[in-house]
């Protein structure tokens, strides 16, 4: 138990800071698919050990297939996600997160056949409830006009992808551990998003400019990497514990960090209703905690 919160509660930090550096990154012109390319490729590196040390003729076809289909989905997700940020507010694109928990379970339900209580079921409500009021800090309300937005519609395909690839890394955590699982998320998420990334190599700024002029640039891809890396080895680590959906769900505590991060990086306003909504799916986390 006391390894599964830690987990969460770094997995929570990591990916809200994440998310300040990749908007940071944003708005100084760097195409998000460079920025989670250059995550993925420098994680790679990292598992060099882990590689080397591998025995990849004895795995069986269902970690090469789920893995495969996790690198594909998480690069979309995370494509998207970088996207969203460049054009929306953090304090509002964090809590739309909280669907996923709704997607990952009706994926955990057909995929995993993992049975969520009545219990468990009341948590996911309450979060996806206490983001009306998040929403209801935007002209267009908690209405269906949001969807016309990019940044909204960006956040939405990238819950989506990454909701639908936590199943694959949590069936490659069935079929294997922990580590293989972090080492090929990290390679086939660099594979696809290289893929996304050829189609626009002519109009990047090149890795040489960023390593020689662009200090700042080369400092938030650094933390970009250490945070994604920290934060997806704590999300294998819940995973390996835990039902995906409530994983999920659980991690939308960071909602309330990304509220608070938004306004205090980029002066984001009506804090104190977000603070509201992102309270309700506190409770909701909590019921779940509970219901374990």
Request: proline fraction near 2%; charge should be positive.
């Amino acid at each position: 138990m006391g390894i599964t919160f830690f987990a969460i509660l770094l997995r929570i930090i990591s990916n809200s800071m994440s998310n300040v550096y990749q908007k940071q990154l944003t708005a100084k012109a760097i195409d998000p698919f460079l920025i989670n390319f250059i995550m993925y490729f420098g994680l790679t590196i990292c598992c060099i050990p882990i590689i080397i040390r591998t025995t990849f003729l004895t795995f069986p076809h269902q970690i090469w297939t789920n893995a495969i289909l996790g690198g594909m989905c998480g690069a979309l997700g995370n494509s998207y996600l970088v996207k969203a940020l460049k054009n929306g507010e953090l304090s509002i694109l964090g809590p739309i997160n909280a669907y996923k928990s709704v997607v990952a379970m009706i994926f955990g339900i057909i995929l995993l056949h993992e049975i969520p209580s009545i219990i468990g079921l009341v948590g996911i409500i309450l979060i996806i409830c206490g983001s009306y009021f998040i929403f209801d800090t935007q002209e267009e309300g908690f209405s269906f006009k949001l969807l016309k937005r990019k940044d909204i519609r960006y956040r939405f395909y990238a819950l989506i992808f990454t909701a639908i690839e936590a199943v694959f890394v949590k069936n490659v955590i069935l079929y294997s551990d922990i580590k293989i699982s972090f080492m090929f998320w990290s390679f086939f998420g660099m594979v696809f998003t290289g893929i996304l990334l050829l189609p626009k190599l002519a109009n990047l700024i090149s890795l040489n400019q960023i390593l020689t002029t662009k200090k700042f640039i080369f400092t938030r891809l650094l933390l970009i990497i250490l945070c994604m890396g920290g934060m997806q080895i704590c999300t294998n680590i819940v995973f390996s514990r835990m039902n995906v959906s409530y994983g999920l769900a659980l991690f939308q505590l960071s909602t309330i960090l990304s509220v608070f991060l938004g306004w205090h990086y980029f002066k984001e306003q009506q804090i104190l209703k977000k603070l509201l909504g992102s309270s309700i799916m506190i409770v909701g986390a909590i019921i779940i905690i509970l219901c374990k």
